[in-house]
T-cell receptor, first 113, second 117 residues
Framework: GAGVSQTPSNKVTEKGKYVELRCDPI?????LYWYRQSLGQGPEFLIY????????DSGLPNDRFFAVRPEGSVSTLKIQRTERGDSAVYLC???????????FGDGTRLSIL | AQKITQTQPGMFVQEKEAVTLDCTYD???????LFWYKQPSSGEMIFLIY??????QNATEGRYSLNFQKARKSANLVISASQLGDSAMYFC??????????????FGKGTKLSVKP
């Protein structure tokens, strides 16, 4: 597809479980970003990849959160031992590079019961 | 610390009229970018317009224009000739340049725009 693709669109799981959220960026975009959006708030930055490496992971809330982008394209956000406070919409965005607009996927709505 | 402030939680505008959504920012870095995104109730974030800190002219994209006042650190979005489909949340965001590479976006809390027929 032409846009950023995120799967699944919805994920419901129990507290304490492990989840993986996938992001497939726009072809050719070298920069990839993960954000988290809670209800009624703007998105909050989690992590930024330039190619395969995490250029900035300062937004990850704690060590239960981890993200990879092994081949410089698809990225996976991994959350261990999920907590109810992790419930949010997780947004992925990609861009061509320096100071270019970020294009967002439709997000994954994560609900922790 | 870098920050984006949107002071209008909600705005109403009559169809076909113009509306201004306010945004102020705070940064001590000289190089930055300012963005506006639209988020309809369906949830997707749609890029509208971009202004670089060194751009001399205000950005325009169709019915959208960005009123950039650097000394006041404001980057207000102007939507002309409002349409019913403009009803959505609007987010102002800022990026900082680290060695020429774009870093993360810092978002405001958003303004909910409602267009009345």
């Amino acid at each position: 597809g032409a846009g950023v693709s995120q799967t699944p669109s919805n994920k419901v799981t129990e507290k304490g479980k492990y989840v993986e959220l996938r992001c497939d960026p726009i072809s050719g975009h070298t920069a990839l970003y993960w954000y988290r959006q809670s209800l009624g708030q703007g998105p909050e930055f989690l992590i930024y990849f330039q190619g395969t490496g995490a250029a900035d992971d300062s937004g990850l809330p704690n060590d239960r959160f981890f993200a990879v982008r092994p081949e410089g394209s698809v990225s996976t956000l991994k959350i261990q031992r999920t907590e109810r406070g992790d419930s949010a919409v997780y947004l992925c965005a990609s861009s061509q590079g320096s100071n270019q607009p970020q294009h967002f996927g439709d997000g994954t709505r994560l609900s922790i019961l | 610390a870098q920050k984006i402030t949107q002071t209008q939680p909600g705005m109403f505008v009559q169809e076909k009229e113009a509306v201004t959504l306010d945004c102020t920012y705070d940064t001590s870095d000289p190089s930055y970018g300012l963005f506006w995104y639209k988020q309809p109730s369906s949830g997707e974030m749609i890029f509208l317009i971009y202004q670089g800190s060194y751009d001399q002219q205000n950005a325009t994209e169709g019915r959208y224009s960005l009123n950039f006042q650097k000394a006041r650190k404001s980057a207000n979005l102007v939507i002309s000739a409002s349409q019913l489909g403009d009803s959505a949340m609007y987010f102002c965001a800022m990026s900082l340049n680290y060695g020429g590479s774009q870093g993360n976006l810092i978002f405001g809390k958003g303004t909910k725009l409602s267009v009345k027929p």
